[in-house]
């Protein structure tokens, strides 16, 4: 008999999957263009087992420490794991212990202490991708991560220059503020424009990553190539205390 949180999951993932295949025929897009990674923070590592085993092979976390430990744990399976958090410079050499893909570069600083790791580790090329800061385009972001759109150009062509790093394309959240703020979908147009810019530099970089459990078809009849999605696969946690 399958165990309560695994059917749970399967359950989580197969209306996820399902979202995902609709969105992209409304778009003429094949599945298998869009990546479902499973966002898994603050869920214990015996999820991230439960939804390997169900075929899920990329996940994401946000927090150094919590990946760090996670990715030790489930060194035996063939993950490909995902850093999605604002990463600070003196994390670089931890997260290039496990991570595939850095999604949230947003500074040259952050680019040279990743390229210093990489070359301290002697590891494979780090794949990254720009996080870039829709709203900062009106001038209203101040809290979050991200570059300023009109500096991604300049950011990639440091990325694309640091030894050990490859750029990989473009992230975003969709905007809480701003011109973009309650329009997802306008977000990830804009994204998209700024992503066939950055191709016309580097054909290569052509990763978007984009969409939530709340706008994974929005960022996908947009052109996303990979979603991130947590709540709507694992369910949402009680409240801590």
């Known amino acids: 008999m399958r165990p309560a949180r695994e059917i749970e999951l399967a359950t989580g993932l197969a209306r996820v999957e ?23 923070k603050t869920y214990p590592a ?37 850093f999605v958090g604002q990463l600070q410079t003196n994390k670089a050499r931890s997260v290039t212990g496990y991570a595939d893909f ?14 210093r790791a990489v070359a301290q580790r002697e590891r494979a ?13 009106s001038g209203q972001g101040t809290g979050r991560g991200g570059v300023d759109p009109g500096g991604v150009i ?4 440091a990325l694309s220059a640091a030894p050990g790093l490859r750029l990989a394309g473009l992230m975003t959240v969709a905007p809480l503020a701003g011109a973009y703020a309650g329009s997802p979908g306008a977000a990830f147009e804009r994204l998209m424009e700024l992503a066939r810019d950055l191709r016309g530099v580097d054909p290569a970089a052509n990763m978007v990553s984009a969409g939530m459990s709340a706008d994974l078809e929005e960022a996908i ?21």
């Open 154 to 157: 300049e950011l990639a062509a």
């Open 46 to 82: 015996e999820d991230v087992r439960l939804l390997a085993g169900l075929g899920v092979r990329d996940f994401a976390e946000n927090k150094d420490q919590e990946a760090a430990a996670k990715a030790a744990a489930l060194a035996d399976l063939p993950l490909t794991w995902h």
């Open 18 to 40: 399902e979202r995902i295949a609709r969105a992209c025929d409304a778009a003429g897009r094949s599945r298998d263009d869009v990546t479902l990674i499973v966002v898994t």
């Open 102 to 115: 850095v999604h949230s570069v947003d500074r040259a600083r952050l680019v040279d202490a990743l390229s």
């Open 125 to 137: 090329p780090l794949s990254c991708l720009i996080q870039v800061a829709l709203e900062k385009e």
């Open 221 to 241: 009849v947009a052109g996303a190539t990979h979603v991130r999605v947590g709540s709507a696969v694992l369910g949402v946690r009680p409240a801590l205390g």
